[in-house]
């Protein structure tokens, strides 16, 4: 009789620690985590939302959109993974969705068309960001910002205008998201040297456009004697032409979606734990930078509990490359200005 009640009290006393042990595990190594998906029923919104409800980092997610949300909240939120989903239809939610967010991560606006670049996309995305960006200076401030919307060489200024106006600018926090590039270069480059492309990684820096998109094939691991000068070139223009491969096979369908919400969800999964205070995540992404003499470049950054903990420099770079990064300074400048002039001036 004695022994079994000792054993139920001792069996109590333990599922009670384990109990207690669980609770500070959640509540000390993986805190509470709120992700906004603006323009979540879109192309590339759709699939990133599947993503972010699979990322057991997210505890919360909103998924914004002016049209087509209920559908796709209701759909992503019958996934059995612990992330609680809820939709936001109108400008009137905008803010609710907002609240409270960690990490927001912008797909909104416009894909290209066949024959179109992407800063034909300026018209349009610039004030969609715009007034995106405002109610984030508004209602999540301190969230880390990572901006999809093309064309994110401009968006990205857009974004930091709007939040040194309202007062909440903090360069740490604002992400242009490159990372399809440098999941295009991984690939590319696996195919072309018969490397294993999971254990490929090549920098891609410099923007999102055309040449201003600069891969450091110079620097990919594992490296290779194998490819040549003329396969270097080519892997480097495939790597700046990839989204218009994709738009161009699309043929008028739009742009680069499911390999696109492969790469936010990278991207953002690298910012989360950063946040969370995992060491060592880096990842290439459109920033304020002091690289160059251009005050947003893309390269390697370090991520941590604030967003940015360092900008990394270029490392040593091929001829090539460095012919490569003095042809793109002047379409890059001349898209960063144009971000700026238009959120100075509207
Ligand atoms: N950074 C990159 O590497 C990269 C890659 C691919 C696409 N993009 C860009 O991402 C953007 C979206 O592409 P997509 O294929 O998903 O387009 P899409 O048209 O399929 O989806 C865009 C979504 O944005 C929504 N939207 C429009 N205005 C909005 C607003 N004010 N607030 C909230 N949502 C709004 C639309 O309703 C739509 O659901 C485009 O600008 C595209 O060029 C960037
Ligand atoms: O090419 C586009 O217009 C979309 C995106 O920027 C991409 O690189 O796929």
Redesign the pocket.
């Given at each position: 009789m004695r022994t079994s009640l000792l054993r139920s009290v001792e069996s109590a006393v333990k599922r009670s620690r384990s109990a207690h042990l669980r609770r500070s595990f959640h509540a000390g190594a993986v805190p509470e985590r709120k992700v906004a998906i603006l323009g979540a029923a879109g192309g590339i919104g759709q699939p990133l939302s599947l993503l972010m409800k699979l990322n057991p980092l997210v505890t919360r997610l909103a998924l914004y959109d002016i049209a087509g949300t209920p559908g796709v909240a209701a759909d992503v939120s019958h996934i059995n993974t612990p992330a609680e989903v809820a939709g936001y239809a109108s400008e009137e939610q905008l803010g609710k969705a907002l609240e409270g967010s960690d990490l927001v991560i912008i797909p909104a606006g416009v894909?290209?068309k066949p024959g179109m670049t992407?800063d034909d996309l300026f018209n349009i995305n610039a004030g969609i960001v715009k007034s995106l960006c405002t109610a984030i200076a508004k209602y999540c401030p301190n969230a880390l910002v990572n901006m999809i919307s093309?064309p994110?060489n401009s968006t990205v200024p857009i974004a930091s205008e709007v939040f040194k106006k309202a007062g909440t600018y903090d360069a740490k926090k604002l992400f242009g998201v490159t990372t399809?590039?440098v999941v295009r270069a991984k690939t590319f480059y696996a195919g072309k040297a018969k490397v294993p492309v999971s254990e490929v990684n090549v920098p891609v820096v410099g923007g999102?456009?055309g040449i201003t998109i600069l891969p450091l094939f110079s620097q990919a691991t594992p490296s290779t004697n194998a490819l040549s000068e003329e396969d270097i070139h080519a892997l480097t223009k495939r790597t700046q032409d990839?989204?218009?491969e994709?738009?161009e096979a699309k043929a008028g369908k739009g742009?680069?979606t499911l390999?696109?919400a492969y790469a936010g969800a990278v991207f953002a999964d690298a910012c989360l734990k950063g946040l969370n205070g995992v060491p060592d995540i880096v990842e290439c992404s459109f920033v304020q930078s002091t690289v160059t003499e251009l005050p947003f470049f893309a390269s390697k950054v370090r991520l941590g509990k604030n967003g940015v903990e360092e900008v990394l420099g270029l490392g040593p770079l091929s001829d090539f490359e460095k012919q490569g990064l003095e042809n793109l300074k002047a379409e890059l400048k001349s898209s960063i200005e144009k971000g700026i002039k238009f959120a100075k001036e509207n």
């Open positions: 894909p290209r992407r093309n994110v399809l590039d999102h456009a990839g989204g218009t994709v738009v742009s680069a390999s696109m």
